[in-house]
């Protein structure tokens, strides 16, 4: 019996954290083989996740959830449509090859176990992303693919460059991570919506309400971050430290692609306005053409690729920014081709420094004999994004154009734009595909031979989906890219690919004209390269510069306010305790009315009744005695020790006031309070260097003495405003009630403190023993010290 599709989604969200938890023993028992072992799982989930195209295709979207704080009206919501299903099966389908292939590039790598988890948890996390329809899920694993990037952009934590790349990639990241959760919070106290899919009826509202400009702007904030747009771009290439399988997954399906799709989801919510518009058009334009030039300008061939990916996450926000459906239909047609050409390329340059012990294109060529599968798998993948007929690139650019076909001059830049944009990256991609491979052989720091099966099905597998995808390019449209527009724009959109080419149409030869560039581009790249280096050693300065300055100043104001805070003179930190308390107390009673619960009213009835003193035994008259006796001596002593035996008197005689009013409980833990504070302080006394007395100036004696005075007098006034309200028993009551039959206690207070209040005891131990052996460790250390 198959699973239900709800059941299915959730396997989809969950699954790969299991396989996670799994991986270091599956590496352990697998050993060679573990990477196609384990690439099971996510390919089993792209089986499952084939299930639901007919159901989307159909304009079905299909949901599950689990109640996660039901009082809150919150649950941990999936759900699965167009858009998400395309992310969904890029993100699994890629996600086995490159699994695959990692088995063989770390193979006998001693963490190649801790490896592949953190593979399957990242997996796991963008799963989580792309298919949440509660948006604290969403904002969940958001951040959870940061964390999971940090662990695999610094794998090779015993390399600087290593550890500052993934510092970097989470402190960039999780900016946009804190903007996310403002802006979820904001929006779900307007709409009073938690779930996405319930958004769309608000988009109106939204976009006539005040705050959406804050809104936008928070989002905006978020997606920048996440898909390293201008001027947040600098992580991405640092982010190349990670090891290849990492910036293949990192780069064409997950984390960079999260802002992506966040940006189409929130298109019928925010989308449609002149500040969306101008705002994506001219940050994505911007990108493109910042990112390619970049590309140039690299000789490595993973910063070449790394740079390209900004250009293109830069395309697909500007497409997106122009909201037409030949647009939208352009950014899902681009999502495919490129999730699947750049990991392919990277799988490839992972290929060629694992056998020639090189990615410098200076010192590439000729490698076509000794690796001519890698060269046909970069050859199929460089089609694609070249954007030649008979690929995917060329039905996504031909729909790019398709939506710019209007004379206005907004419309015409852009179209510049993006012929100049898609040329630089066609040229990038001769590059790659040719330098490498063809040409004088070059020698290499290792003798150049084929890459395994395992790192060659990746590249062979995408590059062929780039031209069998166009090929079947009604099926691609009807299937995937039709209803994820449908999903995007909340229309009943019809694909119109196919694959045959339209000479007579206007996109083909601008098609055309971006090919005969590009070649240009190509042929001119020594040269081009040259001037923008050039470029760059004038101006001096780089973003990434920028951000370590950043970061040394934010280090440097740490410390000082560190030195200005803690400044080791216990006294003055008892003081700002005790002055922030006596505030915390205060304030509410006097700011927020508090105090008028105490005015004599014709409801209160006569005060100076209430507050006459009651009639006591002879007993409870020498427990106040005692407590008079003990504050008198704690203030007019000067010896240290009696000051503490004193103290102690007076916390006695709290403990007997307890138990005269029938609380034995409370006082026998009164009583081993006073007993143990008493013999402590008396031992530490006898450890610390200090004078028997307790000489201070008169100033000293004073600020402390007002301290106490306004701490204590507000400490007083809060319990008379508390008893002079209605006493509300329902608390006590369902205690009383509850105590014995769901607790199986006779005894309420320590029903209380070991199950109504358990977590809060176990935090009160928890915090009491870590005390105990800071303490112990401390005076250890002075045993020890010569």
Same mark, same amino acid.
Not at 25 to 43: H, I, K, S, T
Not at 252 to 257: D, F, L, P
Not at 286 to 302: N, Y
Not at 337 to 353: C, E, P, R, T
């Given at each position: ?22 991986? =270091? ?34 304009? !079905? ?8 704080? =039901? ?12 858009? +998400? ?6 993100? +699994? ?8 292939? #990692? ?17 399957? #948890? ?34 090779? !934590?015993?390399?600087?460059a290593a550890r500052r790349g993934a510092i970097q990639a989470l402190v960039v990241t999780n900016i946009g991570g804190m903007a996310l959760l403002f802006a979820v919070i904001v929006c779900q106290q307007l709409t009073g919506e938690w779930n996405l899919s319930g958004l769309r009826e608000f988009g109106q509202s939204m976009r006539e309400n005040p705050a959406y400009p804050v ?76 990112? $390619? &030039? ?10 070449? &690729? ?31 081709? !490129? ?80 012929? @100049? ?138 410390? $000082?306010?560190?030195?200005?805070? !803690? ?29 008028? $619960?105490?005015? =004599? ?41 009696? #000051? ?128 105990? @052996? ?13």
């Open positions: 019996m198959g699973l239900s599709l709800d059941a299915s989604i959730m396997l989809a969200a969950l699954a790969p954290f299991g396989a996670a938890a799994l991986a =270091p023993l599956v590496q352990r028992v697998a050993g060679p083989f573990a990477g196609w072992v384990l690439a099971l799982v996510p390919a089993g989930l792209f089986v499952v996740l084939l299930g639901f195209v007919e159901p989307v295709a159909s304009r !079905h979207f299909v949901q599950a959830a689990i109640d996660w704080v =039901p009082a809150y009206g919150l649950s941990l919501a999936f759900f699965v449509d167009g858009l +998400s299903l395309t992310f969904a099966l890029a993100i +699994s389908g890629i996600g086995t090859l490159v699994l695959i292939y #990692a088995g063989a590039y770390l193979r006998g790598h001693r963490h190649q176990g801790r490896f592949f988890g953190f593979m399957l #948890a990242f997996m796991g996390a963008m799963l989580g992303l792309v298919l949440a329809d509660n948006m604290l899920a969403l904002f969940t694993f958001w951040e959870l693919t940061s964390v999971t990037s940090f662990l695999l952009i610094g794998f090779d !934590h015993a390399r600087q809104v936008l702007i928070a989002f905006l904030l978020a997606v920048f971050t996440k898909s390293a747009q201008f001027p947040f771009h600098f992580w991405l290439p640092n982010a190349m430290e990670a090891p290849t399988p990492v910036s293949a997954f990192l780069h064409s399906a997950t984390m960079v692609q999260g802002g992506v799709y966040l940006l189409l989801r929130l298109t019928p919510f925010l989308g449609g306005t002149q500040a969306w518009t101008v705002s994506l058009v001219a940050f994505g334009g911007f990108t493109l053409l910042w990112g $390619a &030039l970049g590309a140039i300008r690299q000789t490595d061939l993973k910063q070449v &690729l790394a740079h390209s990916t900004i250009a293109s996450l830069g395309l697909l926000v500007l497409l997106i920014g122009m909201g037409s459906e030949a647009s939208i239909t352009a950014a899902m047609l681009y999502f495919v081709a !490129h999730a699947v050409y750049k990991a392919a390329l990277f799988m490839v340059v992972g290929a060629i420094d694992h056998a020639s012990g090189s990615r410098d294109l200076t010192g590439l060529g000729g490698l076509a004999d000794a690796m001519p599968v890698s060269f046909i798998a970069a050859a199929l993948a460089a089609l694609s994004m070249l954007g030649l007929p008979l690929t995917i690139g060329f039905l996504a650019k031909e729909d790019m154009y398709l939506g710019l076909l209007q004379p206005q001059w907004p419309q015409v830049l852009t179209l510049i734009v993006l012929v @100049i944009g898609n040329a630089l990256l066609g040229g990038l991609a001769l590059v790659i595909a040719v330098r490498p491979f063809l040409g004088t052989q070059v020698p290499t720091p290792k003798a150049p031979r084929e890459a395994p099966v395992a790192m060659l099905a990746g590249p062979l597998v995408l590059g062929a989906i780039g031209v069998v995808g166009a090929l079947n390019a009604g099926w691609l449209g009807h299937s995937l890219v039709a209803p994820a527009v449908s999903s995007v724009l909340g229309i009943a959109a019809e694909s119109h690919l196919t694959a045959g080419v339209d000479l007579s149409g206007l996109p083909f030869w601008l098609s055309a004209a971006t090919i005969v560039l590009a070649l240009a581009i190509f042929l001119q790249t020594e040269a081009l390269r040259r001037v923008l280096r050039r470029t760059a050693t004038a101006t001096g300065w780089t973003f990434d510069h920028g951000f370590d300055a950043a970061m040394f100043g934010l280090i440097r104001a740490a410390g $000082a306010l560190t030195r200005l805070l !803690h400044h080791g003179r216990l006294e003055l930190y008892l003081v700002l305790v005790f002055a922030a308390f006596a505030l915390a107390v205060l304030v509410p009673v006097f700011g927020l009315g508090g105090i008028d $619960a105490l005015l =004599p009213n014709a409801e209160l009835g006569n005060w100076s009744a209430r507050l006459s003193w009651p009639h006591l035994q002879l007993y409870q008259w020498a427990v106040v005695e005692l407590a008079v006796l003990g504050l008198g001596a704690v203030l007019f002593v000067r010896n240290r020790l009696v #000051a503490i035996l004193s103290l102690g008197v007076q916390g006695t005689a709290v403990a007997l006031t307890f138990l005269l009013l029938g609380a034995p409980d409370l006082a026998f833990t009164q009583f081993m309070v006073e007993i143990l504070s008493v013999v402590i302080l008396a031992l530490v006394m006898t450890r610390l260097n200090l004078d028997e007395r307790d000489h201070r100036q008169w100033e000293d004696l004073a600020r402390d003495g007002t301290l106490a005075i306004v701490g204590g007098a507000g400490v007083s006034l809060l319990l008379l405003v508390v008893l002079a309200g209605d006493f509300d028993p329902r608390l006590g009551d369902f205690f009383t009630a509850t105590s014995v039959p769901l607790a199986h206690g006779a005894n309420i207070v320590n029903v209380i403190l070991v199950d109504y209040r358990g977590l809060d005891t176990l935090g009160e131990i928890s915090v009491v023993m870590g005390a105990g @052996i800071a303490i112990l460790a401390l005076l250890h250390r002075r045993r020890v010290r010569p």
